[in-house]
Every structure is written in C-alpha cells, then in structure tokens.
C-alpha cells in the first residue's frame, strides 16, 4: 500500500465504523415493527385456518418463531445496541483527542481532558453494557413453547389399566 495516506485508511475506518452502528441500530429499531406485522398476520392466519387441525398447529408454530424472537429482542437486543452507541462514543472520543493537535492555552487543556473522560467513560461502558448483553444472551431463562409432557413416559402408556407407575412385584 505505498502511496496511500495512513490519515486516509484511519478516516475510511471511522465512516465505516460510524456507518455500521447506525445501520445496526436502524434494523434493531426496525424489528419491533417487523414483529407487530407478523403478529397480525399470524391473528389473521388462525382466522383463516377456521377448525382446520393442520392449519392451526402452522399458525402455532409461527406464533412460537414470533414470541421467541420478541424474547430476543426484548431482552438482549437493547443491551447490544447500548453497547454499540457505547463503543461508537469511545471511538469517536478518541479519534477527537488523536486528531486535536497541542496547542498552549487553557481551552486545548479543557478539551483535552474531557475528550480523556468521554473516551474513559465510553469505554468502560461498552465493556459493562458488552458484558451485560452475553450475560443476557447466556443465562436469562428461557421461555420454551414445547409440550412438557413429550418426553413423559408415564403419558404414553399403552395399557388402559396401567396407573403409570414403574412398581412391581
């Protein structure tokens, strides 16, 4: 890469940065509204499916998809997105106090030492919201939709008379 300025690289690094953010928390913001949508076409779909047995166990199942990426959404999704306006204010911060050129005076020292606290304070807050965000993505509970009885071997007798119980003499 000889000839190419290393300001240029760093500036094309920045956009791009500043770029994928913004775009990542516009589809973020964009997802409540593509849930709502599927949640009245899913209330339409079981109008439609009427006593139809096969239809209505369809609906169920995209009824499920839904209320598990609301979960999603509702709980790490906000955390994630905290992280990246975090992460951009830390970038930001610190390109500005890189790119501030010394100067004597009280006003450079002034900013100075708040683009020092922003890109502190931003950093450390992309690591606590990036921490909270796995957190939420590894432990919360999780809401299942299956049947709990499936595996149950006490349901699927295939004796009438059988009380279920694995006792005997």
């Known amino acids: 890469m000889a000839g190419v300025n290393s300001s240029v690289v760093v500036a094309v690094g920045i956009v791009a940065t500043v770029v994928a953010i913004v775009g990542y928390v516009g589809y973020r913001r964009q997802e409540g509204s593509r849930l709502d949508r599927e949640a009245a076409l899913a209330s339409r779909l079981r109008d439609l499916a009427g006593g139809d047995p096969v239809r209505l166990a369809a609906v169920d199942e995209f009824e499920t998809r839904i209320y598990q990426r609301l979960f999603g959404v509702s709980t790490v999704s906000p955390r994630v997105t905290a992280a990246a306006w975090a992460f951009l204010g ?6 500005g106090l890189l790119a501030a050129e010394p100067v004597d005076g009280a006003l450079y020292d002034v900013v100075f030492y708040l683009l020092v606290a922003f ?8 690591l606590v919201l990036l921490v909270l965000a796995v957190y939420a993505a590894t432990s919360l509970p999780r809401i299942s939709f299956e049947d709990p009885y499936a595996d149950d ?9 059988s009380t279920g119980s694995a006792e005997t003499d």
Do not use: E, G, K
């Open 90 to 95: 830390a970038v930001l911060s610190t390109v």
């Open 119 to 126: 890109a502190v304070i931003f950093a450390i807050a992309f």
């Open 153 to 161: 071997p006490q349901s699927t007798s295939s004796d009438p008379a």
